[in-house]
């Protein structure tokens, strides 16, 4: 087992290992790297149904407990811990203010709690800024100063990096783009907590709500309870209502990407998460930009990490908490 809580010590991230956490709304995974951000072994554990953070952080200690136990290492090599949580997370504070993906946590300090569980400086951020952060250190966009990392899994958001450096707005709320209105979304008030309407319509589950709201077995022999990634792999082999689906979900993507592409001024577009790695809707997106402002379209790549952005990002949000605890 790791140590006992122990007061936090400062030491060279070049000796030791650090710890990267990906906290999700019905998953964990943890994963041990080395000080260059070479991921060494990663575990997940299901917490579906955990509403206490504390919960989420013992989970978190097991896992660690039994990556260290793999690679035959002793506690006292960790050197920090980085870990992204959705929602709007106080990075400075290190408290997750608001997420409705975690049961509902509210002012949750999981800095805090995340250094007396492991008694090692710990530090938290946003998980999609952590997935840019990741793409900027280790990943796509590594030579990129400017780029907009957009993550359209389950739900929709942005991470958005300026001069190189993560920007999350004066109350964190910066990249929050599932409450976007573009045309085609409802102007209905959202209450706290519930999807925004650009979400509703174009994250995963806004997807699979399009299909089912269209869906007639005159218009296709496909089943109603489609998953958005499995509605495009249909739209790829031709099936006309999928294609209507694809084509009105990435015109709308197109409309925020633009939009965004305006204000910011980006070069470049990443898109991750299950549903924006999907080649159809890459394609369909680049067809429709096309047709705007050569001078303002960016260019639109594929996440170079995948599924690990979000844990490279916090594997190297690690590195950069135990060397600053030098300073």
Not at 311 to 318: D, S
Request: proline fraction near 6%.
């Amino acid at each position: 087992m790791i140590d006992p809580p122990r007061a936090v010590q400062p030491v060279l991230p070049g000796d030791g290992l650090v710890v990267g956490a990906d906290i999700g709304g019905t998953n964990l995974r943890v994963a041990l790297a080395d000080s260059s951000g070479r991921i060494l072994t990663c575990r997940r554990a299901s917490i579906a149904g955990v509403r206490d953070p504390f919960q989420v952080v013992a989970r978190m200690r097991e896992l660690v407990c039994a990556l260290l136990a793999e690679l035959s290492v002793a506690p006292t090599a960790l050197r920090a811990i980085g870990a992204g949580a959705p929602g709007v997370t106080d990075a400075d504070h290190g408290i997750v203010i608001a997420t409705s993906y975690l049961m509902g946590w509210t002012d949750v300090p999981l800095q805090a709690h995340l250094e007396d569980a492991f008694g090692i400086p710990a530090a938290i951020d946003n998980d999609v800024n952590l997935a840019a952060f990741g793409e900027s250190r280790a990943g796509i966009a590594q030579s990129v100063d400017d780029f907009v990392f957009l993550a359209i899994g389950t739900g929709i958001g942005a991470g958005i990096v300026l001069n190189r450096r993560i920007h999350r707005g004066s109350s964190w709320r910066a990249g929050e783009i599932g409450y976007l209105l573009v045309p085609g979304v409802s102007e209905e008030p959202v209450d706290h907590g519930d999807p925004g309407p650009f979400e509703a319509q174009i994250g995963g589950e806004g997807i699979r709500r399009q299909w089912l709201s269209r869906w007639n077995p005159a218009r296709t022999s496909l089943p109603s309870d489609l998953t958005a990634t499995a509605i495009f792999d249909h739209a790829r082999a031709g099936d006309a209502l999928a294609c209507e689906v694809l084509r009105d979900t990435a015109r709308m993507l197109s409309y925020g990407i633009y939009n965004l592409a305006l204000v910011l001024n980006c070069p470049m577009f990443v898109l991750g998460g299950s549903v924006g790695l999907h080649p159809v809707l890459g394609d369909e997106l680049r067809s429709l930009l096309r047709q705007r402002d050569d001078r303002t379209v960016p260019l639109l790549v594929p996440s170079a990490l995948g599924d690990r952005a979000q844990l490279t990002g916090a594997v190297h949000l690690a590195i950069d908490v135990a060397t600053n605890a030098l300073r």
